[in-house]
């Protein structure tokens, strides 16, 4: 189990950010007051708008992809996400989550199970079909662990986006020994500085 929580965070920390990009100047916000801002849904409108029922993310799904999505206004944020993001996808196929190498099971009673390799994870899940939202809540070496996120669904593919800084204070909690380490401190670094990263699973569902 640990190699599975060491990759989650190092998928975060591995969106590291140029230095020179501030949070401190907002360019997406300043030139919305400009124009006095637009009537485009955000990323939460629209997910709560196509999301799907309960029963329908209920079932059996092979793991086809990752990404990094970024719900913020800063532009300068979102240009810096999408050139560190072929990195981290990179990283994260090097540690051997590729197509199909993973399985999750989501059951009608809350239940939900995920296998990699020779690893298992269980937990339950609670998800809410009014807006799309989700929680997950996992036992991993006898701790706790709970993550926000969200899903979509498009046909058979389903999308789950958990969010960033749960994942950080996920890894916190079972390694409380690395809290000195790099690969923490750029990932709190830059949560700091933007929020509304998500990481991203993508599934298939299995016929």
């Known amino acids: 189990m640990k190699r599975l929580t060491i990759l989650m965070l190092a998928f975060v920390a591995s969106m590291a950010l140029p230095t020179h ?11 919305k007051s400009l124009i ?23 079932g059996t799904w ?3 992809g990752a990404d990094i999505e ?10 810096a996400i999408s050139e560190a993001k072929s990195y981290a996808l990179s990283e994260v ?17 809350g239940n939900a199970q995920i296998k990699w390799k020779d ?5 339950k899940y609670v998800y809410d079909d009014s807006n799309g939202s ?12 709970k993550c926000d996120g969200f899903v979509r669904l498009s046909g058979d593919t389903l999308t789950v986006l958990i969010d960033a800084n749960d994942v950080v204070e996920a ?17 709190e670094g830059i949560l700091d500085n933007f929020s509304q990263i998500y990481g991203a699973g993508v599934f298939v569902r299995r016929k």
């Open 21 to 31: 990009v501030s949070a401190q100047f907002d360019l997406g916000k300043a030139f």
């Open 36 to 58: 006095g801002g637009d009537d485009e849904p955000t990323p939460y409108e629209l997910i709560a708008q196509n999301a799907p029922a309960a029963s329908d993310v209920v």
């Open 62 to 64: 092979v793991y086809n």
């Open 70 to 79: 970024y719900f913020g206004s800063n532009v300068l944020a979102d240009y």
């Open 93 to 109: 196929r090097k540690a051997g989550v590729t197509p199909g190498s993973a399985v999750m099971t989501i059951k009608r009673n």
């Open 119 to 123: 690893e298992t994870l269980s937990g």
């Open 134 to 145: 989700l929680q997950i809540i996992a036992e991993i070496e006898g701790k706790q662990v």
């Open 171 to 187: 890894y916190k909690s079972l390694r409380p020994g690395d809290t000195d380490s790099s690969a923490l401190s750029i990932a």
